[in-house]
């Protein structure tokens, strides 16, 4: 199961040192729920090398506007803390092995 992430604890995430994919979302999207298991099979395949979370637009005002998050899902890649990357609703699973492979030599 991919990480909750939120508002409250966003920063900490993004300054553990390693990569980071967020899934923005929320449950009554429909294309989002088509990505919710994708993004929890990554989670498992990528544990230790990235850290993978989904962050609940309805529920995360001040992280969804700074990022300026407007359709979903939204899917971000930070490196270093800054974006680097960004996949804008939904996408088969070689999309997203595709980007975090990238981000990964990118580390």
């Known amino acids: 199961m991919a990480l909750e992430v939120t508002d409250s604890n966003f920063e900490e995430l993004l300054n553990s040192g390693k990569p980071m994919v967020v899934d923005f979302w929320a449950e009554w ?12 099979e990554l989670d498992k395949e990528y544990t230790g090398r990235v850290t993978i979370g989904k962050m609940d637009v309805d529920s995360n005002d001040e992280v969804v506007a700074k990022f300026g998050v407007r359709n979903i899902p939204t899917i971000l890649f930070f490196k270093d803390g800054k974006v680097v990357d960004k996949l804008v609703g939904a996408a088969g699973k070689s999309a997203f092995v595709d980007k975090i492979d990238a981000l990964l030599k990118l580390y």
């Open 29 to 40: 999207c429909g294309p989002c729920r088509m990505v919710g298991p994708i993004i929890d």
